[in-house]
């Protein structure tokens, strides 16, 4: 299929103004930082990873105009591909994700230490230092589609304990990452099952909806008073969302890939459906059935709008509990 098979979604968040942030005293642009005379937690969190989302730019945005300080460590905040969010436009908001590839696939040794160029490489050359250094990583994102926010948490059990203390919503994904390369999330000693870092990466909701930015602020607040940088009184008026108790996690078993520019879902799904018997069809792909592999079969993240061959168009898990 070619052309524009999609309509693209509202456009209800108006993108940041980034600029007074360029200028940085590490030197790296758009990088910031704050920091406590006592020591703590090296907190970093960052936005843009993908250009076109931009909840978790606005709500980073609002914490570094806010004047709030940590009181102990330091918080480092990055508007990472700055280069392809330059390039959103409103009118085609889906084609700003990156400049040369997907900025959150290369965190991978070889790639970063090796001969290839790209500008996401570049920029994730940039950034590393501070990946590198941090204890505590929050890595805000947003969806294609409509949905309830995600917590994306790797395998590792403090992470997803992390995850489910914080207090929100969000349903909890324990994700192994792609094959296509390594997401900053799982850099390094972000994956290494005897460390103590934590590591989590929020979806906010649709790219741009006004529920994304909502859900971006409540998940830094928590995240900051989680990790010690802030207490919980220091959070400004209206940043907080309730306290709720999450559910329990999904442990993503299976991916689903496009083997074909023919793939389609049988029905609208918006991720969080539970099929309950297994071998049930959810998608065609050149002309061949997609079906769920087990009873109870829960869709995370459906979507075909960044069809390619070869790119996740949902993945498949169970529900603990
Ligand atoms: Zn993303």
Known sequence: MSGQPFKAHAVSLTPPELSGWAASATGVAHVQERSAAASGPEVLVTALVHGNEYSGALALDEFLRSGLRPRCGRITAVFCNTAAFAR?????????????????????????????????????????????????????????????????????????????????????????????????????PFGEAGGARLALLLEAGQHWASSSLDAARNVLMRFLVASGALARG????????????????????????????????????????????????????????????????????????????????????????
Not at 244 to 263: G, H, N, Q, W
């Open 234 to 321: 220091d959070v400004p008026e209206g940043w907080l969302l309730p306290d709720v108790l999450p559910p329990p996690p999904i442990t993503v078993t299976d991916r689903v890939v496009a083997k074909s520019m023919d793939f389609a879902f049988v029905q609208d799904f918006r991720g969080g459906e539970t099929i309950p018997q297994a071998g049930t069809v959810i998608a065609h792909d050149a002309g061949e059935p997609v079906v769920t592999p087990y009873d109870d079969c829960v869709l995370v993240m459906p979507s075909v709008r960044q069809l390619r061959l070869g790119v996740t168009t949902v993945r498949l898990g169970r529900r603990a509990g």
């Open 88 to 188: 959103f436009d409103a009118s085609q908001p889906d084609a700003s994700r990156f400049v040369d590839e997907d900025f959150n696939r290369v965190w991978s040794p070889e790639r970063l230490d090796g001969a290839r160029q790209s500008t996401e490489l570049a920029r994730a050359r940039e950034i590393r230092p501070f990946v590198e250094r941090a204890t505590h990583l929050l890595d805000l994102h947003s969806m294609h589609e409509p949905c309830e926010p995600l917590l994306v948490t790797g395998l590792l059990p403090r992470n997803i304990a992390f995850a489910q203390g914080l207090g929100t919503a969000g349903q909890v994904i324990v994700d192994a990452g792609h094959a296509d390369g390594v997401r900053m999330r799982d850099y390094g």
